[in-house]
């Protein structure tokens, strides 16, 4: 994945990547490490200025190392997929993250075994998570900047997640309060 910016107005790469593109530092530096901001195609120090109708190149799509996750096959139920988001439907039971009780069957290693599959060398980047007995949708972000941008939006409130119970049988006492 690559983001594009036509400079509108003139600054400097760096004031560009704060203010367009709100990437955080850490990733800033890391793709200045692997020379991955191009201005008008090359590489630039992004203290340099960028002039009115220059292109700004962001390339994404590094490579990164996963193997801190083992890889286990199983059957994900995917609803949704681009190449920026996979979004799987977790059934109860199953852990997000590995954990020492969830080593090898988590959600994550199960996605690893699936971008491993896909030659997809990304890091495991749960969005969102719930818990190990509830079903729903988890969203992995299959990079850092897609990551970062959807962990603000939930923060400002603008990407929310909604729970729906579905109960059966009947409830002794209906006028508890449950919180």
């Not at 760096?14 to 490490?33: G, P, V």
Request: aromatic share 8%; hydrophobic share 35%; charged share 25%.
């Amino acid at each position: 994945m690559n983001l594009k910016y036509r400079v509108e107005k003139s600054m400097t790469i760096n004031q560009i990547l704060s203010e367009k593109f709100e990437i955080s530092t850490r990733l800033k530096n890391k793709l200045i490490r692997n020379k991955c901001i191009l201005l008008n195609g090359s590489f630039e120090d992004t203290r340099s200025f960028a002039n009115i109708g220059d292109v700004i190149t962001i390339i994404l799509d590094l490579p990164e190392d996963n193997s801190n996750i083992v890889p286990t096959q199983m059957t994900l139920n995917i609803v949704y997929e681009d190449e920026h988001l996979l979004g799987i439907n977790k059934p109860a039971g199953i852990a997000v993250h590995p954990s020492i009780l969830h080593f090898d069957n988590s959600l994550s290693n199960g996605v690893k075994y699936y971008f491993d599959t896909i030659n997809l060398h990304k890091k495991i980047r749960p969005v969102n998570r719930i818990d190990l007995n509830t079903t729903g949708l988890v969203l992995f972000a299959k990079n850092e900047y897609v990551q970062e941008s959807l962990v603000k939006q939930m923060r400002s409130g603008l990407f929310k997640k909604t729970y729906l119970c579905v109960v059966r049988g009947n409830f002794k006492n209906k006028k508890r309060n449950y919180r």
